[in-house]
């Protein structure tokens, strides 16, 4: 335990002391939020990565899914990594830089607003990013406060509150400059760990023949193509997870700060090799809960024999890292969760200071006082994140359902369709943002699964776009 506790110090002082140098560092709006526009190819592959897969990936997804579809759960891993990683980067990397440059643009609610000439957009989209944000946080404050329980014993609110304080802290110092060198060292420790994992799960289940086995005797479809749910649910969680990356701010974020179009050629093949490993590993250890887990080896993981899906990971992890691996592994999860949430902390404090409070009440703000306020945000999205993880309102995967459908929902057609095809305009990117959304939540609210009721929202988003604007004549400016 002292060891793991002098870890913890050691690696809190390192992200303080990066802070503090990317503090220095940052004088403008710019570089606080976009690190001047000038990292470099592998900070870029490597804060991409960091931010995508969080403990959400690796508390939440990997145990309920894994439990639920056993290997099938691999399909979410290669959709990730070819679709949510490597099309990103090859399709829209360099489109997405340019378009920056061109539009001379900040955040994706303002290239909406110049692309449409829409300022409703820019104003709904900063409303809906801070909105579905803050769920989405909270799920990467609940999986990381879960893994401190199991790890360490530590009372679920009180990792809550240590967690939201320190994320508070060393995001406001510095920024983007701050978190691009963060996550390099982030990644780094990831890729160690995943690595540690495959080799702990390989050895404590007696090599993947015998692990295999184990799970078909246990229901044979853990181990076919398509898991028990069935298609419509796992074809659900690939798209939802693959395809949304392409419209994801936080995401779309990283090419606006990259170099140059030379960056995004050599950052792309260490980015898809990181997703690789991170979520091959990931999803192929969530697919041996089963293996390992029981009421009576793991009763904190069961409640009257039926699993706490949110409880499994950290569980699991507990029972076949060896002791003094643990730490390495809790630092795996901690690194991804904290890349992730200063992403998102991020891109929300952004959408409701550049995009709402400069762009519609004071358009004449200086940009000291921006990127003061940008600060200030920060560390109040972090509260309302920890207030609601403190709730529990579902399970992690419900709330990254939810969270990702709707925000892929007001994203993906006005975004995606905006940026290869000059016929779209305004009217139909507004129908196909505002429709999207209102399919999402409807079917969540009549019951539907978050992951289909955020694949059909995007779908809708998708497909409304083209479709309008082909029907409707524009009358937007060329």
């Known amino acids: 335990m002292f060891l793991k506790a002098a870890v913890l110090i050691v690696y809190a002082l390192v992200i303080v002391t990066i802070g503090i140098i990317g503090l220095r560092k940052t004088r403008t709006f710019s570089d606080f939020f ?11 592959a490597f ?5 995508y897969f969080s403990a959400v990936l690796f508390i939440g997804f990997a145990g309920k899914i894994g439990w639920g579809f056993g290997y099938s759960g691999l399909w979410i891993a290669l959709g990730n990594t070819l679709i949510g990683v490597l099309g990103v980067w090859w399709l829209l990397g360099h489109r997405i830089k340019k378009m920056s440059v061109e539009y001379n643009v900040h955040t994706i609610g303002e290239y909406l607003e110049k692309r449409y000439d829409s300022p409703f957009l820019k104003l709904f989209a900063s409303i809906c990013i801070f909105v579905f944000f803050v769920p989405y946080s909270a799920a990467v404050f609940m999986g990381l406060s879960y893994l401190f329980r199991s790890t360490f014993g530590i009372d679920y609110t009180l990792a809550l509150i240590l967690m939201g304080s320190f994320t508070a802290l060393y995001l406001t110092l510095g920024g983007y400059k701050s978190i691009t060198m963060i996550d390099m060292v982030f990644g780094m420790i990831m890729l160690v760990g995943v690595s540690i994992l495959l080799a702990s799960v390989l050895d404590r289940g007696h090599g993947l023949a015998n692990i295999t086995a184990t799970i078909a005797a246990i229901d044979p479809k853990l181990t076919q193509i398509v898991g028990p749910p069935g298609w419509w649910p796992l074809f659900s969680l690939v798209f939802l997870t693959s395809v949304a990356p392409m419209a994801m701010p936080q995401l779309v974020q990283k090419f606006y700060a990259i170099k140059d179009k030379r960056a995004i050629k050599i950052g792309m093949v260490g980015s898809t090799i990181f997703a690789l490993l991170v979520t091959g590993i990931g999803y192929f250890t969530g697919a041996t809960t089963r293996f390992f887990l029981n009421p009576e080896n793991a009763p904190q993981a069961f409640t009257d024999g039926k699993p706490i899906f949110d409880a499994l990971m950290p569980e699991l992890l507990a029972n076949i890292i060896p002791e003094g691996l643990t730490v390495i592994i809790l630092l795996l999860i901690l690194s991804a969760s904290m890349s992730t949430l200063a992403a998102l902390v991020l891109i929300s404090s952004s959408a409701v200071t550049k995009d709402f ?8 703000i200086s940009d000291r006082k921006l990127t003061l306020l940008m600060r200030l945000t920060s560390a109040f999205f972090v509260l309302l994140s920890v207030v609601m993880a403190f709730y529990k309102p579902s399970t992690i995967v419900g709330i990254l359902g939810i969270s990702w459908g709707a925000i892929g929902a007001v994203f993906l057609g006005p975004f995606i369709w905006g940026l290869f095809f000059k016929r779209m305009h305004k009217i139909g990117a507004i129908a196909s943002s505002v429709l999207g959304l209102a399919a999402c939540l409807i079917l969540y609210i009549k019951g539907t699964p978050s992951p289909q009721a955020g694949t059909v929202g995007m779908l809708v988003s998708l497909a409304v776009n083209p479709i309008v604007s082909l029907i409707i004549p524009s009358s937007q400016k060329k």
């Open 34 to 44: 976009l690190g001047g526009g000038a990292i470099g190819p592998w900070m870029t």
């Open 357 to 364: 409070y400069a762009g519609f009440v004071d358009r004449k």
């Open 47 to 51: 804060t991409y990565g960091a931010a």
